[in-house]
Nanobody
Framework: QVQLVESGGGLVQAGGSLRLSCAAS????????MGWFRQGPGKDREFVAV????????YYTDSVRGRFTISRDNAKNTVYLQMNSLKPEDTAVYYC???????????????WGQGTQVTVSS
């Protein structure tokens, strides 16, 4: 198990940018695939992006591809989500998750953070 803490959320105007961070505890961070999910008001939790343990593979949901970038720094035990050209529909609580494989299903991830709120105003 790994403990995860997200930060970097906030209120931003449409078209703006935010960078989310997810700090992990434990010495095995580099062995995990890391994902970002989000849950908007009245919506189910949905996949956003995933990165494999080494950082050489990334995958995004269609709605954020080209606007969001997932990256990781294994020396700092941290994964990032750079979000550009934000839209009101990106408003959600964003969660990072750690798992054994870089999948898109929530069931692929066994450890979750508490989430950070991102609000995009129009």
């Amino acid at each position: 198990q790994v403990q995860l803490v997200e930060s970097g959320g906030g209120l931003v105007q449409a078209g703006g940018s935010l960078r989310l961070s997810c700090a992990a505890s434990g010495r095995t961070f580099s062995s995990y695939a890391m994902g970002w999910f989000r849950q908007g008001p009245g919506k189910d939790r949905e996949f956003v992006a995933v990165i494999n343990w080494r950082g050489g593979y990334t995958y995004y949901t269609d709605s954020v591809r080209g606007r969001f970038t997932i990256s990781r720094d294994n020396a700092k035990n941290t994964v990032y989500l750079q979000m550009n050209s934000l839209k009101p529909e990106d408003t959600a609580v964003y969660y990072c998750a750690a798992g054994g494989v870089p999948g898109t299903a929530a069931s692929s991830f066994g450890s979750w953070g508490q989430g950070t709120q991102v609000t995009v105003s129009s």
